[in-house]
């Protein structure tokens, strides 16, 4: 089983700021573009962010300019960083190996004042 393991949820006020992360295997972590999806309740989950091998990114329009993922090369975990959050941010964030069906277990973030 490949593990990804997520932390970093919570609740926050809106404006207020979360760092998620995805640490994993250090071969696994080198072999695959890593992704954050989210689903809020009754909506299908969508790719929030991407992060290839090389460190090139993706985002949801609905992120850009608020939300940076990156690698940290050093703990094999890929970090989404992500400030100025709103209510429509709440939702349960799930790591994903890119291309595969291999999800973490995901981190609830709630949004709320």
């Known amino acids: 089983q490949v593990p990804l393991g997520e932390s970093g949820g919570g609740l926050v006020q809106p404006g207020g700021s979360l760092k998620l992360s995805c640490a994993t295997s250090?071969?696994?972590?080198?072999?695959?573009?890593m992704g954050w999806y989210r689903q809020a309740p009754g909506k299908q989950r969508e790719l929030v962010a991407l992060?290839?091998?090389?460190?090139?990114?993706n985002y949801a329009d609905s992120v850009k300019g608020r939300f940076t993922i990156s690698r940290d090369h050093t703990k094999n975990t890929v970090v989404l960083q992500m400030n100025s959050l709103k209510p429509e941010d709440t939702a349960v964030y799930y790591c994903?190996?890119?291309?595969?069906?291999?999800w973490g277990q995901g981190t609830q973030v709630i949004v709320s004042s």
């Open positions: 250090r071969s696994i972590f080198s072999q695959y573009a």
């Open positions: 992060i290839t091998t090389r460190g090139d990114t």
């Open positions: 994903n190996l890119h291309g595969t069906p291999i």
